[in-house]
C-alpha cells in the first residue's frame, strides 16, 4: 500500500494518508485544513496548455490586433500600439508597466511553464526546476493579462459609438490565450509538481547508486 504522510499547514497535524494517488482534494481530519488536491494528468494538460498559449502569444504579437474606421479613415493598431504612444508621450513609468505586465513578464511564464512542464512530461528532471517553480510563483500575481482584456472590451465599448471597429487575428488571438491561461491556473497545483519533482530525484538518485 502506498501510504504517505502530510503535515498540515495550518495546525502541523501529521495526518496519514492510504491512497495518496486518488483523485480528490484531501483534508486534515484536525482542523480541515486543505492538505493538497491529486489531479491525475496535471503534468500532461499544463504542457499543452502552454505550447497553446505560446502559439497564441506568437500569433497576437504578429498580427493586427484591431482596425477603427471613421469618416472614411481607417488606423490600424497591434498590440503594443499603446506601449509605444505612451513612450511617444514619455510616459515612461505607465508604458513599462504596461509592457512588464502585459508581454515581459507573461512571456517569462509560458517559457518556463513549457522548459518545466515538457521536462516532466519527458521524465526529465531540469537542473534548476527549484527555481524555474519561484519564478512561475512570483510572476503568476504580475501577469495582468485578464486586466487588459477588460480595458479591451471598455475601449471597444467607447469606440464603436464613434466609428466601425474591426477585430484582428491578433484580438481572438489573444482573448482564446487568456482563456487557456486561465484554464492553466485553475489546473495548476503546486504540491502535485512537488511531488513530481521528488520523484525524478530518487529515480536520479538510485540510478546514481546503481
Not at 499543452?48 to 502559439?55: G, I, P, S, T, V
Amino acid at each position: 500500500m502506498d501510504v504517505q504522510y502530510y503535515i498540515c499547514h495550518e495546525c502541523d497535524e501529521i495526518s496519514k494518508i492510504s491512497t495518496p494517488n486518488r483523485p480528490g482534494r484531501y483534508k486534515c481530519p484536525n482542523c480541515g485544513a486543505k492538505l493538497y488536491t491529486y489531479k491525475p494528468g496535471m503534468i500532461d494538460k499544463l504542457y499543452a496548455y502552454n505550447m497553446a498559449a505560446l502559439l497564441l502569444f506568437v500569433l497576437t504579437n504578429y498580427f493586427p490586433f484591431l482596425s477603427f474606421e471613421a469618416a472614411g479613415n481607417a488606423s490600424h493598431a497591434n498590440f503594443t500600439t499603446a506601449i509605444l504612444y505612451l513612450y511617444r508621450e514619455e510616459q515612461w513609468l505607465m508604458g513599462t508597466a504596461i509592457l512588464l505586465t502585459t508581454v515581459l513578464f507573461p512571456m517569462i511564464r509560458i517559457f518556463t511553464n513549457i522548459v518545466l512542464f515538457g521536462s516532466l512530461f519527458h521524465n526529465y528532471l531540469p537542473v534548476y526546476a527549484t527555481q524555474m517553480i519561484k519564478v512561475i510563483n512570483t510572476l503568476s500575481p504580475w501577469g495582468m493579462l485578464d486586466v487588459f482584456f477588460l480595458g479591451i472590451l471598455v475601449s471597444i465599448v467607447k469606440l464603436v459609438k464613434m466609428g466601425t471597429i474591426i477585430p484582428g487575428i491578433s484580438l481572438w488571438a489573444y482573448m482564446t490565450m487568456v482563456l487557456i491561461l486561465a484554464a492553466a491556473q485553475a489546473a495548476y497545483d503546486p504540491h502535485e509538481v512537488w511531488e513530481q519533482i521528488g520523484a525524478r530525484k530518487r529515480i536520479q538518485r538510485q540510478k546514481a547508486a546503481v
